[in-house]
Structures are given as structure tokens and as C-alpha cells.
């Protein structure tokens, strides 16, 4: 189901359009119960007064309600998938009228929105606008990189950028709520799905995941431009037990307050809207009828908004083992906080009957219907459930240069290079002008659908610059040709030959490989992290040409890339890039563009390291490799492939001078630490400066580093730079013994370098 939603290549059949009203005060019949409301709560004015004003309307608004349509108001549907467009099943059609159904999902373009929303409005009693949500990850109809890519870029502005650019294009093509951002932090790339998050670290995917929601959200709802955001999936969804998705999560409450809320809290704290919980199972608690919800989410961090399930998500109590049937599933949600259904029909089927029986209190169904109504009030669909629905807003917008643009950008920045070796007396990269041909072998050379990685859900593959094409823009007089080689599933080299001979022909050759969209995301987990099919055989074949080879490798995540690793000579991780991922590759391999991305997720030798990430704790036999009773493996090394922060550029940039301005802080206080960078190169450099620190001693273990700021600096070659970071003692807290959020007095280090293995280390106390 899920994949086939991703599959939509095919344009949108034409829908006939009756003509309607565009605004309620021209519309005759529908909507007297609403109009009235808005026009008896004229005049009240402030933000107070604001406030007040939406109270009285959701007010009496419900007082107007049957069971029946409040339940409406917390269900949502799919209007279905096919590969020719949305198509709404003749009941949810019926639902809309009958007041039953009150959210869409999976509907978009304006006409065909419009039709729906004018069920809603016009044929349903109360005559209450639509949500329509929609998977709007990276981008809608023009995609940006996957989530985990853009989060290489170490710029969360870039972030915001993404989000409310896809944001513009989605409520331009009839949407007002996107299921997105994710804030899943994930330590195991077996993990299909870590593609969608930003990665390992909590204070990178705190400070990406509030970039996105207010990049989704701008700062005002009702704005045209802007969605309603969803953050997902609360909680803990990316810590799967054997990384094996919707598995069992099992972490102790230090590790998930300390390591995975973070990036959630982020979201609230930036005014996310929305919330979707977890398929997931927390430490014994099915997310969706936890009592995280109302502790952590809503008395904690203060989130009134509207909480809703991930996909049936209700229905799947059952099978986790807490409910007797899906009556009893639906009692569950509620009680624990859950406002709204998507597509179990649990809450549809049996809300009402539970509170004849007196199982499920109305006033809870009243408190979960009043936020939805608030949200919709705040999307300004009171006043015109028509605003996201403008024909020719969606033409202006849809596919407009800007968000092309931006692609290119996003994409290139994103880039991570791993490797770039000495080839011939220089660096193999960057290709400068001049090669007669250059070969692009491999199944992403002439691919415009896996370029853009999972989730592209309604992004448009005619929209996109492949490799290959996007190679010919910039290098116009070299012969380029490609050949597939092989593809990324079967063992099928028949392919081998032609790409061969190619490469033979061929000055250098551009190793285009890697995952497919659906070989990372949702329900594509894998047990063995190596280049799926036999693109390592034609690698290895390839390479005995002896030709210049650069591995541009695509994926959702880190691989296995041992072999390459040692053996190519440049390897550029270009995850899924997006429509112009050509461009953006092009801008990297021709150094138009200085690669600047850094990793957020450490790559590791084989799956046998996971989980493996940057901050473990020392445990008391650290390594030694003179003593055999240390923890460590008798078969590989305990270090990475490639460490969390790493990533170069063309140009040497040298770390040195670390500098505190004074060696002693009190509680309070902050310190100044600096360092000297400088560019030893002859590009332009964007340098992601990082800063570290490790507690030496603590009333409980504490990790051997922990990421506490970072700064990108441009930097002009030749130039040398100083980098200053203030470091308050705020930033030293942790949940202590008795789970206390403090910093606690004594030794510290602070590390600072171009990733999480090359440090300057100094050290200073913070006093009693
Ligand atoms: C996914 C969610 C998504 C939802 C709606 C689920 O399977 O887990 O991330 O938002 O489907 O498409």
C-alpha cells in the first residue's frame, strides 16, 4: 500500500469541476450554522480578544454537533491510491456529507480538492471545511534531498528553506497540513526509514527539526503559503529493536529523554500544530495508547494541539497485545490523550456506542474535537475553506523556478565527499574542463525516479535532471554516454559487458550506484548494509579497467562500502538529492560547487557494529590493543568507517590554536573557546566547525563526547579564521542519578575540530 502511494508517475486524470462559491458570504445555501457564528463574533480585537474569539466559535460550534459528527471531526480517511491519481471511495464521499468523515488524506491538486471541500461545505449539515493532509516530506511536486542528506549540510536554515518552499507548492496544490517533520533520531541504518529523520545526534536533529516547522509553518497558519506541520512519530519510533521497523522499542528513560526526545521537544517548543504517534511500542506502552502522551507531550511540554494516529495505527493495538477487540482498541486511544483516527475507522465505528455505555466520557470527545476545530480555525478555513484551492495560485506556483532552484542548492549542499584521492599528480576531483568522454555506468546514470529517494509521494519524476543530463549541461564538449550496467536488485550482469567496453572508451569514469527508493523508508529495513544486487561485482570490475573511477554513491542511508573505500579513488555520498539532483552533482564533480556537507550519522564497518554512533559511554575496559580483556571485537576495528561530523572539501582546511579565555566557569557562566581555521586550498571553503565536550566524571557515566554547537564559516582560500563559541554551563546538563536535568561541578574537556574524531582537546572545571 505504502509503496504504491509513492508510485505516482502518471498525470492526474482530468476532474470535472462544478462551479461553486468561492467565498461563504456568496454561497446561498450552505454553511448558516458557521456564517452566523463569525458574524455574531465580530469586533472582538487583541490577540486576547483573538483568542477569546476562537474559544466562542469552536464553543458553539460543537454545541451544534451530534456524537455522530464530532466523531467525524477526529476521523480521518484516505481518499485512496491509485497510480492515475487520487480517488475517493464513494463512501468517504458519503462520510463527508454525512457530516462522518472530517479530514482527507492523500488528496491533492486543487480540483480535486475543490470537489471535496465542496461536499464538505456545501452538502454537509454544519457544512465544517476539510484538512487535507499529505506526506509532504522533501518537497511535494519538485523534491528536495532526502531529510538525513539535507541534514549534512549542518544548516538548519537551509532546512526552513526546504520546508516552507514545500510548503508554498503543497498549499498552492490544495493541502493545508503535511505529515512532516520527522524528528526520529536513529542510531541504526538498518533502519529504513533514518532516511527520513536528521540523523544521530540530538542537538542536530533538535535544532533541523524546529528549522522545518517553521519553515512549514511560517508564522501565521492561515497564511496561504504556509501548512499546518506534523511532527512524527512521537516517540522513539527510530530505535527498532534489530533495527527492523515497527519492532519493539525497549531503552531505558535516561536514553530516551537524554538522546531521542530532544528533536520532539524542539518542535513543540517551535509551535508545531500537530503530532502523530508511533507504530512503535515504548518500554511496553503501544505509542498510541501511552501515557506519554499526556505526561511528556501534553502536561510537560505543554502541547494542546491535535494528536493523531499514524496509519490504523488503532486497530494495531490489538495485535500489540492491549486490547481485546477494536472497541476496546478505540477506548484506549482516547484515554490516552489521542485526538484523532487515521484510517482505522475505530473511533468512526465505535465512539458513539462507547459513550452510550458509558465507557468513554463525551467531554474527552469534546476536548478532542475542539482542538481540531481550533486548528482548522487556525488554518483561516472559517473563513474561506476555499483559500488553499485557487487554480491559478496552484499554476503560478507549482514547478515555479524558485523551487527549482532551491533543489539545486539543497542538493548540492547536501553532498557529502568521503574521499578524493591523488590520481595522476592531483586530485581526482574536481573534473576539471577538458576530458574527451566520460562514462556514467551504473543503474542511477539515466534514473529520474530513485534520485529522488523515498517519500517523494507526488513529486513529479518528469521534473527531474538526471545524472547523465545534468553532466552534459556542464561539461558541453565531452562525449558523455552511459551504461546501466546492472540494476540494483537482481543478479543479473548481463549488463557488465557494454559498461566495460564503455569504460575502456572512456577518460574517466562516474560510478553512478547505490540504493533505489524503495531499498530505504518506510517497511525497508535490511539485515546487510552492502550495495544491494551486483553493483559491488561491476564495481570491482570497473575498477580493473584501470581507469580514473569517482563512486557517486546514492542512498537512504550509510552502507557498508569497505571495498570502495579502499579501492576508488574518490567517493562523493550523494543520498537522494532531489528533482535537480544532476545539477547539484554536476556543481560538486565540476567544483562549481566545493562539497561542504559533513555526516550526521556514523558509517560503520559492517551491520555487527550497530548500534555505532559518535557518544557511547567509556565503559569501564575501553579499548586497549594490548590487552585482550577490552571491549572490543576480535574481527573489526571498534572505529567507524567514516565518524559522525566527517566530510572534506577541495580545499585542506587546518585546525589549530584551540583557545579557552579562562579555565574556570561558576554555574552561570559562560566560557569563550576558540580555534584557527585555515583554507590551505584554492577553493572557497565552507567549513562545519565543531565543538564537543566530555564530562569527566559524573554521578552517573556520561558519554565520551556529546556535539554542543557548530558554526559553518565560509572561508576564502589562503584565508585563516578565528571561530569563537560561547559555552554557557546550561549546556553542560544532564539528567543526573535521580533524573534531576542539572550540570553537576568538576573536570570537563571541550573538543573541537572538523569531525568527531579529530579534535583539539582542551579541558577546564566548572566550580562548586
Ligand atoms: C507512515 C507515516 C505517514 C502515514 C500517512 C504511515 O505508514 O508511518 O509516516 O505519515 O503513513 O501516509
Request: hydrophobic share 40%; proline share 6%.
Amino acid at each position: 500500500m505504502h509503496t504504491t502511494r509513492q508510485h505516482q508517475t502518471i498525470p492526474y486524470p482530468v476532474i470535472r469541476r462544478r462551479t461553486i462559491s468561492r467565498t461563504y458570504t456568496k454561497a446561498g445555501i450552505f454553511f448558516p450554522m458557521i456564517i452566523a457564528l463569525l458574524l455574531g463574533l465580530k469586533g472582538c480585537g487583541g490577540p486576547q480578544g483573538q483568542e477569546d474569539k476562537r474559544e466562542q466559535f469552536v464553543d458553539s460550534l460543537l454545541s451544534e454537533m451530534t456524537l455522530e459528527e464530532k466523531v467525524g471531526q477526529i476521523t480521518l480517511y484516505t481518499s485512496g491510491w491509485t497510480i492515475t491519481g487520487p480517488a475517493l471511495d464513494s463512501n468517504y464521499r458519503q462520510y463527508i456529507i454525512d457530516g462522518r468523515c472530517g479530514n482527507i488524506f492523500n488528496a491533492h491538486t486543487v480540483a480535486y480538492n475543490l470537489e471535496l471541500q465542496r461536499l464538505a461545505v456545501e452538502e454537509s449539515r454544519l457544512g465544517i471545511p476539510l484538512l487535507f493532509g499529505y506526506d509532504v516530506i522533501h518537497g511535494h511536486r519538485i523534491i528536495f534531498p532526502i531529510p538525513l542528506g539535507e541534514a549534512c549540510s549542518w544548516e538548519p536554515e537551509l532546512a526552513r528553506r526546504s520546508a516552507a518552499l514545500s510548503a508554498k507548492e503543497a498549499a498552492a496544490s490544495g493541502l493545508n497540513w503535511t505529515f512532516s517533520p520527522v524528528a526520529d533520531l536513529s542510531r541504526d541504518p538498518r533502519w529504513g526509514r533514518i532516511a527520513e529523520g536528521s540523523g544521530e545526534d540530538p542537538l542536530l536533529g533538535a535544532r533541523f527539526t524546529a528549522a522545518r516547522v517553521r519553515g512549514y509553518q511560517g508564522s501565521d497558519l492561515s497564511d496561504k503559503n504556509t501548512l499546518a506541520a506534523c511532527l512524527k512519530h512521537f516517540a522513539v519510533y527510530g530505535a527498532p529493536e534489530a533495527g527492523r521497523d515497527y519492532n519493539t522499542v525497549d531503552l531505558s528513560m535516561r536514553t530516551i529523554r537524554e538522546v531521542y526526545l530532544p528533536p520532539y521537544k524542539a518542535a513543540v517548543d517551535a509551535g508545531i500544530a500537530t503530532v502523530m504517534s508511533s507504530f512503535n511500542e515504548i518500554n511496553g506502552q503501544p505509542a498510541t495508547s501511552s501515557r506519554y502522551v499526556e505526561e511528556i507531550l501534553r502536561q510537560e511540554w505543554g502541547f494542546d494541539g491535535v494528536l493523531v494516529t499514524d496509519y490504523g495505527a488503532i486497530a494495531e493495538l490489538i495485535p500489540h497485545g492491549v486490547a481485546t477487540d477494536s472497541a476496546h482498541a478505540g477506548e484506549l486511544a482516547l484515554e490516552a490523550g489521542v485526538d484523532m483516527d487515521m484510517q482505522s475507522g475505530i473511533y468512526m465505528k465505535h465512539l458513539s456506542d462507547l459513550v452510550k455505555e458509558e465507557k468513554v466520557d463525551e467531554q474527552v470527545i469534546d476536548k478532542a474535537v475542539k482542538r481540531v476545530l481550533r486548528l482548522k480555525y487556525d488554518l483561516g478555513l472559517f473563513e474561506d475553506p476555499y483559500r488553499y484551492l485557487d487554480p491559478e495560485w496552484e499554476k503560478t506556483v507549482v514547478h515555479s523556478q524558485e523551487l527549482i532552484d532551491h533543489s539545486v542548492e539543497a542538493g548540492r549542499r547536501s553532498m557529502v565527499l568521503l574521499k578524493n584521492d591523488v590520481v595522476n599528480g592531483s586530485p581526482l576531483l574536481p573534473i576539471k574542463e577538458g576530458p574527451a568522454r566520460i562514462a556514467v555506468i551504473g543503474p542511477m546514470a539515466d534514473n529520474r525516479i530513485d534520485i529522488l529517494g523515498s517519500w517523494h509521494a507526488a513529486g513529479d519524476p518528469e521534473m527531474v535532471v538526471t545524472v547523465s543530463e545534468g553532466l552534459r549541461k556542464q561539461f558541453p564538449d565531452t562525449d558523455i554516454r552511459t551504461a546501466e550496467g546492472c540494476d540494483f536488485y537482481t543478479g543479473d550482469k548481463s549488463g557488465f559487458a557494454e559498461a566495460l567496453a564503455l569504460a575502456a572508451f572512456s577518460d574517466v569514469v562516474i560510478l553512478a550506484i547505490g540504493e533505489n527508493y524503495v531499498q530505504s523508508g518506510e517497511a525497508a529495513s535490511r539485515s546487510e548494509l552492502g550495495l544491494p544486487g551486483v553493483q559491488q561485482e561491476l564495481t570491482e570490475a570497473i575498477m580493473k579497467t584501470g581507469k580514473p573511477v569517482v563512486a557517486v554513491i546514492f542512498a537512504g542511508r550509510p552502507l557498508t562500502i569497505n571495498w570502495i573505500s579502499e579501492n576508488v579513488p574518490a567517493v562523493l555520498w550523494a543520498w537522494q538529492p532531489g528533482s535537480r539532483g544532476g545539477d547539484a552533482l554536476a556543481d560538486v564533480l565540476s567544483g562549481e560547487y566545493n562539497p561542504s556537507g559533513k555526516l550526521t550519522v556514523t558509517f560503520p564497518r559492517n551491520v555487527g557494529q550497530i548500534p555505532i554512533y559518535y557518544s557511547p559511554r567509556n565503559s569501564g575496559r575501553p579499548f586497549n590493543p594490548h590487552d585482550k580483556y577490552t571491549s572490543k571485537y576480535l574481527d573489526v576495528p571498534n572505529e567507524p568507517l567514516y565518524p559522525f561530523g566527517y566530510g572534506i572539501g577541495y580545499s585542506e582546511i587546518a585546525y589549530s590554536n584551540l583557545n579557552l579565555d579562562r579555565n574556570e566557569i561558576s554555574f552561570g557562566d559562560s566560557l569563550q573557546v576558540s580555534v584557527t581555521i585555515e583554507n590551505r586550498g584554492e577553493y572557497v571553503a565552507e567549513e562545519i566547525v565543531q565543538l564537543y565536550t566530555r564530562d569527566l566524571v559524573g554521578s552517573v557515566t556520561r558519554p565520551v563526547k556529546e556535539l554542543k554547537n557548530f558554526q559553518k564559516v565560509p572561508i576564502a582560500p589562503g584565508e585563516q579564521k578565528t571561530v569563537t563559541f560561547s559555552l554557557h554551563s546550561d549546556h553542560l546538563k544532564f539528567y543526573d542519578i535521580d533524573m534531576e536535568f542539572v550540570a553537576e561541578p568538576g573536570e570537563f574537556e571541550v573538543m573541537v575540530g572538523p569531525n568527531s574524531s579529530d579534535l583539539l582537546t582542551a579541558r577546564f572545571t566548572l566550580a562548586d
